[in-house]
């Protein structure tokens, strides 16, 4: 098993780096050296001991932790996942009783109960993050780690591993299950709540999704796959400046998705590169990252407003419509003395969209005016922002749920109202705008201005 530790060797300041120990006359090979992900700094790699997790000295970035038997233990979650996953969506999940009248819902009807409000866009999205792309990742789990347990040796399992990189954060069945146990403190008081099968399907299958995820080794998934077709001119030996400090410097392209490191000098000869393990397209920084970032941030501030100001939810209450907004739903919770419910709602909402945005704005703010300041609380902030995009996503799917459950005719009604397209939209734009940007952007304002560099040299 091939694993990875890094030397950090000095003391870490803000514009004081760790120094890399270099082989012998500066030369080194291309694999005995690998590049931050999140700031680009320059690392040696030696072989780790067991249990071991690797953080970056200067940005904080995790960059491995070693797992055990990951294959095996993510064949056996994903196997589990798969079973669970059709009497998860499709069993009964909860049964209001309100009065003698009851509504039954599943998870699939609750997906689609957005389409039958006319709300396509929001429905579209609400099946895909919490029915489509669960599967889907269980299953890309499934096929690759069966496949590297057999050992075989097919080009697939890196386009399949590639995936799903990609869709993880979009498989939301982690808040899906917060989104129904909100219905159900929501709904306590007015209705007599049953628990059916498919609650504790759902349960199941949350919890092995999320361990499923947990016990990938990415490393080591990636060096397997790349040992099934390991090709000797990759371990060309190139040479480092001694004063180099980030894989930019030296040479050096990180692939964004599988974290493969290759010298520039080989992929410059193609127009668009692919990296060789994973088949993503290599730049040294992610293209028009910060272009596409601010667009879209700039998005989801002006959708922010009609999100807060329109009403996201219609309760009909024995023939009396009402129209609420986010607040309101808000104060509910809290004047029913529901302080819990409440802040989180609250927090999932408000804060953490405004969290976002603001966020977002304050580290493009800093590229843009090149601020080196508390530049490793930046880059913590955005993964932060990274973490916690998709919880957003609550709301929505609280609003799936009640659409179904609450249809008791003229006693009550739930229905969802104009601002949930824009609140879908502002939770799909912070979470595009993240996707987008590169963080090792941050790290460029400090690299690549000279009188830095200076200090850098200077540091022992
Ligand atoms: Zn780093
Ligand atoms: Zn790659």
Request: hydrophobic share 45%; with cysteine; proline share 4%.
């Amino acid at each position: 098993m091939y694993l990875l530790k890094y030397c950090i060797l000095r003391n870490f300041r803000e514009k004081t780096y760790p120094i890399i120990v270099t082989s012998n006359k500066n030369t080194i090979s291309s694999d005995q050296v690998s590049v931050c992900p999140g700031c680009d700094l320059l690392l040696s790699k030696i072989q780790p001991t067991a249990h071991h997790t690797v953080v970056c000295p200067r940005c904080g970035y995790r960059l491995h932790r070693t797992k055990k038997n990951s294959i095996q233990t993510t064949l056996a979650l994903a196997v589990t996942g798969l079973l669970l996953y059709l009497p998860a969506n499709f069993y009964p999940l909860l049964t209001f009783d309100v009065m003698g009248t009851d509504a039954t819902s599943s998870v699939f009807a609750s997906t689609l109960s957005m389409f039958d409000q006319g709300q396509n866009l929001v429905g579209f999205i609400v099946v895909l993050t919490g029915f489509i792309f669960p599967l889907m990742t269980l299953s890309l789990l499934f096929w690759v780690s069966f496949g590297l347990l057999l050992g075989w040796k097919a080009g697939w399992i890196a386009n399949f591993l590639r995936w799903y990189q990609h869709l993880t954060e979009w498989a939301m069945t982690d808040v899906y299950m917060i989104g129904i146990f909100i219905t159900i403190i929501k709904m306590g008081h007015m209705a007599k709540i049953e628990y059916n099968i498919g609650f504790f399907c759902f349960l199941g299958l949350v919890m092995t999704t999320i361990a499923a995820q947990t016990a990938v080794d990415s490393n080591l998934f990636w060096k397997l796959i790349e040992g099934d077709r390991d090709d000797p001119e990759e371990k060309k030996i190139f040479l480092i400046d001694p004063g180099v400090l980030t894989g930019k410097e030296a040479g050096l392209v990180l692939c964004h998705t599988c974290h493969k490191t290759m010298p520039v000098t080989e992929l410059a000869m193609e127009a668009d590169p692919l990296c060789p393990r994973c088949g993503e397209s290599m730049h040294q920084r992610k293209q028009e990252s910060i272009n596409r970032s601010w667009a879209l941030v700039i998005t989801a501030a002006i959708l922010s407003v009609p999100a807060n100001v329109l009403p996201i939810m219609e309760v009909e209450y024995f023939g009396n419509p009402d129209a609420s907004t986010i607040m309101d739903g808000i104060i509910y919770f809290f004047q029913e003395g529901s302080y819990g419910i409440g802040a989180v709602i609250l927090t999932a909402s408000i804060l953490v969209p405004m969290f976002k945005i603001s966020g977002m704005i304050l580290i493009l703010l800093s590229i843009r005016f090149k601020w080196t300041a508390w530049l490793r609380h930046k880059s913590l902030m955005f993964r932060f922002i990274e973490f916690i995009g998709r919880w957003s996503m609550l709301d929505i799917f609280v609003i799936a749920l009640l659409c179904t459950l609450v249809q008791f005719g003229y006693l009550s009604t739930i229905s969802a109202a104009p601002a949930a397209f824009y609140f879908t939209g502002v939770v799909l734009c912070t979470m595009f705008a993240a996707i987008s940007f590169d963080p090792r952007l941050l790290w460029d304002t400090v690299t690549t201005d000279s009188s830095s560099k200076e200090t850098l040299h200077a540091t022992p």
